[in-house]
C-alpha cells in the first residue's frame, strides 16, 4: 500500500452548474476525470487536514465506484473521519442532515437528481458545506478554476473498502463509519412534525395513500418512515426498492413522468392523497384526489398553515423563493407580515438567508420545498408537511387548495421546457431576447403593459455577493410575468424552460384550467421568443 501522486491534465468542462457537475457516465469513467474534480474539490474547500467528511449518493450506476475513488483520495487529503451510508446510500436531504447532526466540515453527494441513471445515464457530484447545504458560487467557481490548472492528484493505493456492514473501520489514521443512511433523518422527520397525528390519520381506516418512490433512492425512507414508524398500510409505498438503473425510469416527480400516480389520482375511486419524490430524495409532488398541487401553490399553503406543525407553531421568519417560482407566497408572506425573498434558481442561494435566520421556508416552481431543519430541499419532508396540516385540519386536499386561493387569490402558473435543443440555437433566442429588453418596458403587447423587462441579478443580502444573468423576466403590470431561462443540470444539449405567470384575484375565476387560462400569455412569449422560428419546435418536450 502506497501514496500514488498521479500525473493529470484538465478537462475543460469541469464547471459545476445548477446543482454541482452532472456528466453523462461515459464522461466520468474517462481516466482521471473524477479524480481530477476530486482533487481539485478537495484544494478548494478550504483546509481539509483532520477534518469530518460526509459520503453518500442516490445508489445510481457508478456510486459505488465513486465513493471508493474518493475514500482512497481523502486520506491522503488528510481527513480524519469519513461517514458513510450504508452501500452508499444517502438521499441529498439525509446527507445534508447527517453533516449538521455529525457538525462535519461538509459532504460529497453523488447524484445527477433526476437525470436517467444506468451505463447510458447521467452521474453528477457536488459538494455540500459545514451548514449542510450546497457549496455557494465562490466555492464552485474555485473548484473550477482549479480544475483548469491541475497537473497531478493524489490517491491510496489500497483495496476497496466495505461499504455494506454498519460499524467502524480505519483506513492508515483515517476512521471510517458505516451508518444506517434512514436513521438520523427519520428522528429529524420525528422532532418536527406531530407523528401521533399523521398516524391516527393513517390508521383511521379510511384515509388512503400512495407514495410513488420512482425505483430510486425514497424507497427505504419512505418504508421506514410512512409504514413502519407512521403505520400507512403495507404497499402504500410503490416502486420502494432503490435500483441502480432506476428501472430505466426518469424519476422526475411531475405530471409528465409520474403517470401512474397520476391515473390512480384521478381515478373515481382513487386515494385521497398521492406522492412521489425525484431520485436523490429532494423534490416532491403532492397530489389529492382529483387534484395536482402546483409546487408554487404548494409552498404557499405550507407558509399558511405552517402554525399547525409543532417545530413551526412559533411563526416563520420569512419565506424565500427562486425567482420563476410563481408569487402565490409572496401573497401569503404579506398577510403574515414577514420577509419575502427572490433568489436564483438552485438551492445553494437559500442557505445564507437560512443561515441568518431570515427565511424559515424556502421554495422552487421544480418540486422543490423546504425550510430551516437542513440545507437542500427535502421531498418527503414536504410529504409529512402535507400529512401533518390534513390530519389538522380534516379535509381533503382539494379543499385545503381551493379555501387558500379563495382566500389568497390565485397565482395561475405553468412551466414549458424544451430539451436538447442545439445549444447554438439556445444562445441564439436567449441572445435575441436580450437585446429585445430594453425596448420593452411601457410597451403594450396584446394587451398587457410591459411593466419592468431585465436579466435578473440577485444580490445577496447577507454576504454581498452578486448573481447575474440569471433569467430573462418580463414583468407586466398587472403582475402577469414571462420568465426564460437556460437549464443549468441538463447532460446534452441545451433545455429552454419558460415560466409562465397570471395573477387572478375575481372569486369567480380561480377555477380554471391552467393552459387554457394563460393560453394569450404563453403565446406571447412564444412570439417574443421565437421559439419555433429559432428552435423549429412547435411543442414543449415537458409542460409542468
Ligand atoms: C433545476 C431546477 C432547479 C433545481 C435544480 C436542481 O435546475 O430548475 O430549480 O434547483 O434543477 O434540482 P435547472 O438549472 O436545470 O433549471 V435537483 O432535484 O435536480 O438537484
Ligand atoms: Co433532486
Same mark, same amino acid.
Given at each position: 500500500?502506497?501514496?500514488?501522486?498521479?500525473?493529470?491534465?484538465?478537462?475543460?468542462?469541469?464547471?459545476?452548474?445548477?446543482?454541482?457537475?452532472?456528466?453523462?457516465?461515459?464522461?466520468?469513467?474517462?481516466?482521471?476525470?473524477?479524480?481530477?474534480?476530486?482533487?481539485?474539490?478537495?484544494?478548494?474547500?478550504?483546509?481539509?487536514?483532520?477534518?469530518?467528511?460526509?459520503?453518500? @449518493?442516490? /445508489?445510481?450506476?457508478?456510486?459505488?465506484?465513486?465513493?471508493?475513488?474518493?475514500?482512497?483520495?481523502?486520506?491522503?487529503?488528510?481527513?480524519?473521519?469519513?461517514?458513510?451510508?450504508?452501500?452508499?446510500?444517502?438521499?441529498?436531504?439525509?446527507?445534508?442532515?447527517?453533516?449538521?447532526?455529525?457538525?462535519?466540515?461538509?459532504?460529497?453527494?453523488?447524484?445527477?437528481? +433526476?437525470?436517467?441513471?444506468?451505463?447510458?445515464?447521467?452521474? %453528477? *457530484?457536488?459538494?455540500? *458545506?459545514?451548514?449542510?447545504?450546497?457549496?455557494?458560487?465562490?466555492?464552485?467557481?474555485?473548484?473550477?478554476?482549479?480544475?483548469?490548472?491541475?497537473?497531478?492528484?493524489?490517491?491510496?493505493?489500497?483495496?476497496?473498502?466495505?461499504?455494506? =456492514? !454498519?460499524?467502524?473501520?480505519?483506513?492508515?489514521?483515517?476512521?471510517?463509519?458505516?451508518?444506517?443512511?434512514?436513521?438520523?433523518?427519520?428522528?429529524?422527520?420525528?422532532?418536527?412534525?406531530?407523528?401521533?397525528?399523521?398516524?391516527?390519520?393513517?390508521?383511521? /381506516?379510511?384515509?388512503?395513500?400512495?407514495?410513488?418512490?420512482?425505483?430510486?433512492?425514497?424507497?427505504?425512507?419512505?418504508? =421506514? *418512515?410512512?409504514?413502519?414508524?407512521?403505520?400507512? $398500510?403495507?404497499?402504500?409505498?410503490?416502486?420502494?426498492?432503490?435500483?441502480?438503473?432506476?428501472? @430505466?425510469?426518469?424519476?422526475?416527480?411531475?405530471?409528465?413522468?409520474?403517470?401512474?400516480?397520476?391515473?390512480?389520482?384521478?381515478? =373515481?375511486?382513487?386515494?385521497?392523497?398521492?406522492?412521489?419524490?425525484?431520485?436523490?430524495?429532494?423534490?416532491?409532488?403532492?397530489?389529492?384526489?382529483?387534484?395536482?398541487?402546483?409546487?408554487?401553490?404548494?409552498?404557499?399553503?405550507?407558509?399558511?398553515?405552517?402554525?399547525?406543525?409543532?417545530?413551526?407553531?412559533? /411563526?416563520?421568519? &420569512?419565506?424565500?423563493?427562486?425567482?420563476?417560482?410563481?408569487?402565490?407566497?409572496?401573497?401569503?408572506?404579506?398577510?403574515?407580515?414577514?420577509?419575502?425573498?427572490?433568489?436564483?434558481?438552485? #438551492?445553494?442561494?437559500?442557505?445564507?438567508?437560512?443561515?441568518?435566520?431570515?427565511?424559515?421556508?424556502? %421554495?422552487?416552481?421544480?418540486?422543490?420545498?423546504?425550510?430551516?431543519? *437542513?440545507? $437542500?430541499?427535502? &421531498?418527503? #419532508?414536504?410529504?409529512?408537511? #402535507?400529512?401533518?396540516?390534513?390530519?389538522?385540519?380534516?379535509?381533503?386536499?382539494?379543499?385545503?387548495?381551493?379555501?387558500? #386561493?379563495?382566500?389568497? &387569490?390565485?397565482?395561475?402558473?405553468?412551466?414549458?421546457?424544451?430539451?436538447?435543443?442545439?445549444?447554438?440555437?439556445?444562445?441564439?433566442?436567449?441572445?435575441?431576447?436580450?437585446?429585445?429588453?430594453?425596448?420593452?418596458?411601457?410597451?403594450?403587447?396584446?394587451?398587457?403593459?410591459?411593466?419592468?423587462?431585465?436579466?435578473?441579478?440577485? +444580490?445577496?443580502?447577507?454576504?454581498?455577493?452578486?448573481? =447575474?444573468?440569471? @433569467?430573462?423576466?418580463?414583468?407586466?403590470?398587472?403582475?402577469?410575468?414571462?420568465?426564460?431561462?437556460?437549464? @443549468?443540470?441538463?447532460?446534452?444539449?441545451?433545455?429552454?424552460?419558460?415560466?409562465?405567470?397570471? !395573477?387572478?384575484?375575481?372569486?369567480?375565476?380561480?377555477?380554471?384550467?391552467?393552459?387554457?387560462?394563460?393560453?394569450?400569455?404563453?403565446?406571447?412569449?412564444?412570439?417574443?421568443?421565437?421559439?419555433?422560428?429559432?428552435?423549429?419546435?412547435?411543442?414543449?418536450?415537458?409542460?409542468?
Amino acid at each position: 500500500m502506497s501514496i500514488s501522486n498521479i500525473t493529470t491534465q484538465p478537462f475543460n468542462d469541469q464547471r459545476p452548474g445548477t446543482s454541482g457537475l452532472r456528466k453523462r457516465v461515459r464522461v466520468f469513467q474517462q481516466k482521471h476525470y473524477l479524480e481530477n474534480f476530486v482533487q481539485a474539490m478537495f484544494d478548494a474547500i478550504g483546509d481539509t487536514q483532520n477534518q469530518t467528511l460526509v459520503i453518500g @449518493g442516490d /445508489g445510481r450506476f457508478y456510486n459505488e465506484t465513486a465513493i471508493q475513488t474518493i475514500v482512497k483520495m481523502a486520506v491522503v487529503n488528510g481527513f480524519k473521519r469519513l461517514i458513510i451510508g450504508q452501500n452508499g446510500l444517502l438521499s441529498t436531504p439525509a446527507a445534508s442532515c447527517v453533516i449538521r447532526k455529525y457538525q462535519a466540515f461538509g459532504g460529497v453527494i453523488l447524484s445527477a437528481s +433526476h437525470n436517467p441513471a444506468g451505463q447510458d445515464g447521467d452521474f %453528477g *457530484i457536488k459538494f455540500n *458545506i459545514r451548514n449542510g447545504g450546497p457549496a455557494p458560487e465562490s466555492i464552485t467557481e474555485a473548484i473550477f478554476q482549479l480544475s483548469q490548472k491541475i497537473t497531478s492528484y493524489r490517491i491510496f493505493d489500497c483495496d476497496d473498502i466495505s461499504l455494506s =456492514e !454498519i460499524g467502524t473501520q480505519h483506513l492508515q489514521d483515517m476512521q471510517i463509519d458505516i451508518i444506517d443512511p434512514v436513521a438520523d433523518y427519520a428522528e429529524l422527520m420525528a422532532d418536527i412534525f406531530d407523528f401521533p397525528a399523521i398516524r391516527a390519520l393513517l390508521c383511521n /381506516g379510511r384515509f388512503q395513500m400512495r407514495f410513488d418512490a420512482m425505483h430510486a433512492i425514497t424507497g427505504p425512507y419512505a418504508k =421506514e *418512515i410512512l409504514e413502519k414508524r407512521l403505520g400507512a $398500510e403495507i404497499g402504500t409505498v410503490i416502486n420502494g426498492i432503490p435500483q441502480a438503473d432506476f428501472a @430505466g425510469g426518469h424519476p422526475d416527480p411531475n405530471l409528465t413522468y409520474a403517470p401512474e400516480l397520476v391515473a390512480e389520482l384521478f381515478a =373515481e375511486n382513487g386515494p385521497d392523497f398521492g406522492a412521489a419524490s425525484d431520485g436523490d430524495g429532494d423534490r416532491n409532488m403532492i397530489l389529492g384526489h382529483g387534484i395536482f398541487v402546483t409546487p408554487s401553490d404548494s409552498l404557499a399553503i405550507l407558509a399558511a398553515n405552517a402554525e399547525l406543525i409543532p417545530a413551526y407553531q412559533e /411563526g416563520l421568519k &420569512g419565506i424565500a423563493r427562486s425567482m420563476p417560482t410563481s408569487q402565490a407566497a409572496d401573497r401569503v408572506a404579506k398577510a403574515l407580515n414577514i420577509q419575502m425573498h427572490e433568489t436564483p434558481t438552485g #438551492w445553494k442561494f437559500f442557505g445564507n438567508l437560512l443561515d441568518a435566520n431570515m427565511a424559515t421556508l424556502c %421554495g422552487e416552481e421544480s418540486f422543490g420545498t423546504g425550510s430551516n431543519h *437542513i440545507r $437542500e430541499k427535502d &421531498g418527503l #419532508w414536504a410529504v409529512l408537511f #402535507w400529512l401533518n396540516i390534513l390530519a389538522v385540519r380534516q379535509q381533503s386536499v382539494s379543499e385545503i387548495v381551493r379555501q387558500h #386561493w379563495q382566500k389568497y &387569490g390565485r397565482n395561475y402558473y405553468t412551466r414549458h421546457d424544451y430539451e436538447e435543443i442545439p445549444t447554438d440555437k439556445a444562445n441564439q433566442l436567449i441572445d435575441r431576447l436580450q437585446k429585445q429588453l430594453p425596448q420593452l418596458a411601457g410597451q403594450e403587447l396584446n394587451g398587457y403593459k410591459v411593466d419592468y423587462a431585465d436579466n435578473f441579478s440577485y +444580490h445577496d443580502p447577507v454576504d454581498n455577493s452578486i448573481s =447575474e444573468n440569471q @433569467g430573462i423576466r418580463i414583468g407586466f403590470t398587472d403582475g402577469c410575468r414571462i420568465i426564460f431561462r437556460l437549464s @443549468g443540470t441538463g447532460t446534452q444539449g441545451a433545455t429552454l424552460r419558460v415560466y409562465i405567470e397570471a !395573477i387572478e384575484d375575481n372569486p369567480d375565476q380561480l377555477f380554471e384550467d391552467t393552459q387554457t387560462r394563460l393560453k394569450d400569455l404563453i403565446d406571447l412569449a412564444n412570439g417574443l421568443a421565437g421559439i419555433q422560428s429559432i428552435t423549429g419546435r412547435a411543442a414543449p418536450t415537458v409542460i409542468t
